[in-house]
């Protein structure tokens, strides 16, 4: 068997963490983790892991034993041991007697869990694919998706209507069966979980003819979704009770709707900047213009001044994407590109002519059009 770690280190917390933080902590590694929401190689073997320090550290006197005595006091190998209270009423250092210490090592603890007590259902997750524009503006819309839900024939007994599920007749309702056992002690008894009413105390002598006993059916639901205007991609959005139906009447679990966002051709994203390039003519650069801008908002007016550069760039405030936890919109980011044209007619040949003679240049070899547009540039 592996050696436990230490819970600390398995939360990423430091010793003198708070019990919030210790909280925190375990919140975002369990949700990280999750088998329904991870399907990586190991992650729910983390997941257990993430569980059981937080087992030990998120109950105050387990984590006061762990940090006294380490592992074993956290087990209950200490408990409150000698400290006045661990001899009392036949007690031996946190155990509750001789039967408390056998179930702790062999195995009878787990199997007395009241296997009728409520249970939520378990988490789903739902991807949905939007629009660059969709994400930006949101949007409301109807999504359908198969899930467990409670059979309404039985109400989620399992049992035939009319008929109830009755007491378990191999174990008493107990949900657990006494089992002897060869150990290095000597034969002891055991308790294990009841291989006929798997731990439920309860047996189903005749089921129900939709679920066949199981107490769920699959079935497709729909739901109204509400994207919020500036989701990115990768984000996930909670509704809560929209999973699959619940256990011995637990609620339903939830559902998880992680966002994928597709490119634009045109722009390009970073949170609620958005970046946008616009090419303009020399012309426009060096004797300045007043242009149409396209935003995600519709086309807006740009001012370009008198001597712009290639690769200036220009802000449009407001023009961006709503801010997702904040009140108003990013900005958009303009940078200009100066094109030069490669088909110049007559007239245009000319007059860029004159405008290098009247610049001070004599002479137009091959690369004079590629040393006028560096020129744009420097």
Same mark, same amino acid.
């Given at each position: 068997m592996a050696e436990q770690r230490d819970p600390y280190d398995v939360l990423g917390v430091s010793k003198d963490a708070s019990a919030?933080?210790?909280?925190?902590?375990?919140?975002?590694?369990?949700?990280?983790?999750?088998?329904?929401?991870?399907?990586?190689?190991?992650?729910?073997?983390?997941?257990? #892991?993430?569980n059981e320090a937080f087992d030990i550290l998120g109950d105050p006197?387990?984590?006061?034993?762990?940090?006294?005595?380490?592992?074993?006091?956290?087990?209950?190998?200490?408990?409150?041991?000698?400290?006045?209270?661990?001899?009392?009423?036949?007690?031996?250092?946190?155990?509750?007697?001789?039967?408390?210490?056998?179930?702790s090592f062999f195995g009878g603890g787990g199997a007395s869990r009241n296997q009728n007590a409520p249970r939520q259902g378990r988490d789903l997750q739902y #991807? &949905?694919?939007?629009?660059?524009?969709?994400?930006?503006?949101?949007?409301?819309?109807?999504?359908?998706?198969?899930?467990?839900?409670?059979?309404?024939?039985?109400?989620?007994?399992?049992?035939?209507?009319?008929?109830?599920?009755?007491?378990?007749?191999?174990?008493?309702?107990?949900?657990?069966?006494?089992?002897?056992?060869?150990?290095?002690?000597?034969?002891? &008894?055991?308790?294990?979980?009841?291989?006929?009413?798997?731990?439920?105390?309860? #047996?189903?002598?005749?089921?129900?003819t939709t679920c066949h006993g199981a107490g769920h059916v699959k079935k497709k639901h729909a739901v109204q979704v509400k994207?919020?205007?500036?989701?990115?991609?990768?984000?996930? &959005?909670?509704?809560?009770?929209?999973?699959e139906a619940g256990f011995n009447g637990g609620p339903y679990g939830d559902l998880f709707i992680v966002f994928v966002v597709d490119q634009s051709k045109e722009f390009r994203r970073d949170g609620a900047e958005i970046y946008f390039n616009?090419?303009?003519?020399?012309?426009?650069?060096?004797?300045?213009? #007043?242009?149409?801008?396209?935003?995600?908002?519709?086309?807006v007016k740009l001012k370009i001044p008198a001597g712009t550069q290639t690769g200036t760039t220009f802000r449009l405030k407001g023009k961006g994407a709503p801010k997702l936890r904040g009140s108003g919109n990013g900005d958009e980011q303009v940078t200009v590109n100066i094109v030069t044209p490669k088909n110049l007619n007559e007239k245009q040949r000319l007059a860029l002519k004159a405008f290098a003679e009247a610049s001070g240049k004599k002479s137009f070899g091959e690369g004079f059009f590629e040393k006028l547009k560096k020129q744009f540039k420097d």
């Open positions: 919030d933080e210790i909280k925190k902590a375990y919140r975002k590694l369990s949700k990280k983790y999750h088998p329904d929401l991870n399907h990586e190689p190991g992650a729910e073997e983390k997941f257990k #892991e993430v006197q387990k984590k006061a034993q762990y940090d006294q005595f380490g592992a074993a006091g956290a087990q209950g190998g200490f408990g409150q041991g000698f400290g006045g209270q661990g001899f009392g009423g036949g007690d031996f250092g946190g155990f509750g007697g001789f039967s408390d210490i056998f179930d #991807e &949905m694919r939007l629009t660059f524009e969709e994400a930006i503006f949101g949007k409301t819309t109807e999504i359908q998706y198969s899930r467990e839900e409670t059979c309404s024939t039985c109400n989620g007994s399992g049992a035939k209507a009319g008929t109830s599920p009755v007491t378990c007749s191999h174990c008493g309702g107990r949900g657990f069966i006494q089992v002897q056992r060869q150990t290095p002690l000597g034969r002891v &008894m055991t308790q294990q979980e009841c291989d006929v009413c798997h731990g439920t105390g309860k #047996e189903i002598k005749e089921k129900c994207v919020p205007a500036g989701v990115e991609n990768g984000n996930q &959005m909670r509704l809560q009770g929209q999973g616009q090419d303009i003519s020399f012309v426009q650069a060096a004797l300045g213009d #007043e242009i149409e801008v396209k935003t995600v908002h519709g086309n």
